[in-house]
């Protein structure tokens, strides 16, 4: 199955993982393709910690954009 995202996408997260401490809606970068329409995304949850890296079901995110595209 090919990934609708690709590396260094920016994405949010749909809903909350307490578990690894996001928020829904937490910003992070696509930085890996992995199989079975998963993607490892990096976030800056604190600005000197160093990046948290999570796989996480593309289904589970939302590609955000930029710049306004022509309908």
Not at 11 to 22: E, G, R, S
Not at 38 to 63: A, G, Q
Request: hydrophobic share 45%; charged share 30%; proline share 4%.
């Amino acid at each position: 199955m090919k990934s609708s995202l690709n590396i260094l996408d920016v994405v949010a997260t749909k809903k909350a993982f307490p578990k690894h401490h996001l928020l829904d809606g937490q910003v992070g970068t696509v930085i890996e393709i992995l199989a079975d329409g998963f993607v490892e995304v990096e976030f800056h949850l604190k600005k000197k910690d160093d990046p948290t890296l999570i796989p996480l079901h593309e289904k589970e995110l939302i590609k955000l954009h930029f710049e306004l595209k022509q309908a």
